[in-house]
């Protein structure tokens, strides 16, 4: 079965630091989505990308977060200036619809900050 | 703002029960609603969808139902195994920004 491929598996940067979070949606899906979940709380959307743009945000992804298509397979989520607080596991989905269509989701990025 | 929520946060029972599991939404009436399974360390893996005016859905030991007068969705696992153990996450639309938003689910052990 396809699935969501997302690299690196963990990372450790220091604060202050820029990150790119990799990830290679499904072939044939359209919508590509960044989720994160804090160690105990709930899975948070973070944004949604479709036909090479943004389509809604949340609150938590501010300028600190930029998304990016850079080819035909590649989704990245870049944090700049990572802060404590951005730790978390990220995950990256993608689906053939629109939200309401079910998400298949990567294994995500365990993101440390220190 | 719309909230999906998922009281319980864990539940325990032995194997070969029913397990249920509720999921409630206030301030919006979602088209439908979704159920996620996620283990430790994983991403969360779709289960099933229930539409608005469907009551029940079924795929094999699994069953959901969506009571749109209680605000309420029903996720039910029948004969439950150890292998069912996970935390089960109930999904919908988020209203305005239209994207699928979490309850923050509940953790499920099935003890043999």
């Known amino acids: 079965e396809p699935e969501v491929t997302q690299t690196p598996s963990h990372q450790v940067t220091q604060m202050g630091q820029e990150v790119i979070l990799r990830c290679v949606p499904i072939?044939?899906?359209?919508?590509f989505y960044w989720y994160r979940q804090i160690l105990g709380q709930k899975v948070e959307f973070l944004v949604s990308?479709?036909?090479?743009?943004?389509?809604?945000k949340s609150e938590i992804f501010d300028d600190q977060f930029s998304v990016e298509r850079p080819d035909g397979s590649n989704f990245t989520l870049k944090i700049r200036s990572t802060k404590l607080e951005d730790s978390a596991m990220y995950f990256c989905?993608?689906?053939?619809?629109?939200?309401?269509?079910?998400?298949?989701f990567g294994s995500g990025t365990q993101l440390s900050v220190l | 703002s719309q909230k999906i929520e998922q009281n319980s946060e864990a539940l325990n029972i032995q194997e070969g029960k029913t397990a249920t599991l509720t999921c409630n939404y206030t301030?919006?009436?979602?088209?439908?609603l979704q159920w996620y399974r996620q283990d430790p360390g994983r991403g969360p893996v779709f289960l099933l969808l229930i539409r608005e005016n469907e009551k029940e859905k079924r795929k094999e030991r699994l069953k959901v139902t969506f009571d749109t007068t209680l605000k309420q969705s029903l996720f039910h696992i029948t004969a439950s195994q150890p292998a069912d153990s996970a935390t089960y996450l109930c999904a919908s639309y988020g209203g305005s920004q239209g994207n699928l938003i979490f309850g923050k689910g509940t953790k499920l052990s099935v003890k043999p």
């Open positions: 301030n919006y009436s979602p088209a439908y």
């Open positions: 989905a993608s689906s053939e619809g629109p939200g309401w269509e079910k998400l298949f």
């Open positions: 072939s044939n899906h359209l919508y």
């Open positions: 990308f479709y036909n090479n743009e943004i389509s809604e």
